[in-house]
């Protein structure tokens, strides 16, 4: 997806709520008796990030989060917040940094060429629409520049917003804190001014268990979920007859030889003129708290986290 959608905040509680969860989670769950990390930085706030994403996930889910020994994969999620310290996570998050790594694996003609980057957008667009504006170092930061009619100073103003604040820490995702903040420009993937379809491939032990197929993300989005074999797991009304990329046999080696090392990757890929195009990596979809339709996939992809390659 180009543009993720957040869970509302936790300030959505009120004071007394937090406070009677707060107890009956301390009173009913037990405190890990240590949380080390290898980052020193992370120590002091542990136990409230293990405390946070108790509550957001009560919250979000309306079930308690099985931390200590986690089945589902929205709680696997919520413990490679807590402990999950890999270096090579922040490395894929960064938009800039990952076009090399996916160069290097897969080829140049995988990547999205880069038209500008720096760290504040000029005073006149540097290069001409239509184009699409990220941030380096965030998630859902993104701006679709059509034509020559949008307001620049408007465009301007929110990239400035995104360079202001570092991304992820409002939700505890930590492959985010130490992504240099940027921005940079890409050009319009499709011939119209459409969005292209955006498939996220579901990668666990280097090896595809489900592809995302996310349609009309600027006016009506909504998503199907199919197989690597294109059996859908879900069905959504008017979207039976989504024929499979072109690319889909390229798109899936691709995703598997990019997530192999990893117990778990989402790799986001677009199909352009018929081949696969690389759109970024995420380690923590929905950041853990967006139900999973249907509720059984929650434990079907937990056990691939879970498993082994084979």
Known sequence: MAARERPLPTASFSAATAQTASRQIALRLPLPSALRFADRRDEGNSIATWLRLHLTYLWRHRRPLALAAPLLFTELVQRRKLIDRDCRIPRWIDKLAAKHAVANILGGAWVTPTLWSGNALPDRPPCAPPFVLKSRHGCGQICFVRDEGEDWAKVRRMAASWMRRPYGRWLDEWGYRDVPRGLLIEPFLCSSLNLPIDYKLFVFHGRVRAIQVHLDRATRHRWVLFDPAWRPFSRRDG????????????????????????????????????????????????????????????????????????
């Open 239 to 310: 979207d039976r007859d989504i024929r499979p990329p072109a690319s889909l046999t390229q798109m899936i080696a691709g995703a598997e030889a990019l997530g192999r090392g990893f117990d778990f990757v989402r790799i986001d890929l677009y199909e352009v003129d018929g081949h696969a195009r690389f759109g970024e990596a995420s380690f923590y979809p929905g950041s853990g708290l967006e139900p999973i339709d249907p509720p059984e996939l929650d434990r079907q992809f937990g056990r691939h986290w879970l498993g082994s390659a084979g």
